[in-house]
Nanobody, 123 residues
Framework: QVQLVESGGGLVQAGGSLRLSCAAS????????MGWFRQAPGKEREFVSV????????YYTDSVKGRFTISRDNAVNTVYLQMDSLKPEDTAVYFC????????????????WGQGTQVTVSA
């Protein structure tokens, strides 16, 4: 049974930082590209970032470039999202997801999803 468990969310002031973690189990972690998505209240879920299975390639949505950094540690089956210079518009539930490698880059389809962690940025 595949599980993706996010942690690290919370309440932070604008300009602050948070580091999200996503621990994976039940899958061969280094066979999967790992992504982060977010969903704000009343909005559709949107892509944030993805990292390739070996951690060589990354991709970001324009609104977080230069502020967020995705990384992974395949030794502990965990992907991270370092979020700096946070803005109120970053407020959302953040989800991690796993995409099987071997397809296009960046991946267009994700096989597994976590339950999400809330990030709230106050003005």
């Amino acid at each position: 049974q595949v599980q993706l468990v996010e942690s690290g969310g919370g309440l932070v002031q604008a300009g602050g930082s948070l580091r999200l973690s996503c621990a994976a189990s039940g899958l061969i972690f280094n066979n999967y590209h790992m992504g982060w998505f977010r969903q704000a209240p009343g909005k559709e879920r949107e892509f944030v970032s993805v990292i390739s299975r070996a951690g060589v390639n990354t991709y970001y949505t324009d609104s977080v470039k230069g502020r967020f950094t995705i990384s992974r540690d395949n030794a502990v089956n965990t992907v991270y999202l370092q979020m700096d210079s946070l803005k109120p518009e970053d407020t959302a539930v953040y989800f991690c997801a796993a995409a099987r490698s071997g397809g296009r880059w960046p991946p267009g389809e994700y096989s597994y999803w976590g339950q999400g962690t809330q990030v709230t940025v106050s003005a």
